[in-house]
């Protein structure tokens, strides 16, 4: 099992296509979210599963926190934005709130994602 950590990506920088090990992981063109797993009240995982093949990813969020929670109930959905951002609290940015970073998720079918967590990592399943 392959483990890439994403935690401090840089910011705004699009978290769609991963290079890993001389391979771009595409996570708009080839993969759709087809689970979503909440463990031990504190771990959020987004199971995702290859379009041409039986290859998932698993993108598991430590210590989370949701901003913003509006994902319409349909089976398959396309991630069509995903980048760390800046989390706003009493009208001040932060790159960093209470040790978490803040990360943006948005489908191409209408919803999103919006969360703060300590640790986040992509797992080749």
Known sequence: MEIINLTNSKLFNSLLEINYQEKIIDLHNDYEL???IFQDNYKLKLILKNN???NQIALIFENFEFIDFDIPIIQDLTL???YRGRYEFENKLFDDFNNK???YIEF???GKLNLLCSDLTLKII
């Open 108 to 110: 191409y079918e209408n």
């Open 80 to 82: 069509d934005n995903f």
């Open 101 to 103: 970073k803040c990360f």
């Open 52 to 54: 041409n093949s039986e």
């Open 34 to 36: 087809k689970n979503i």
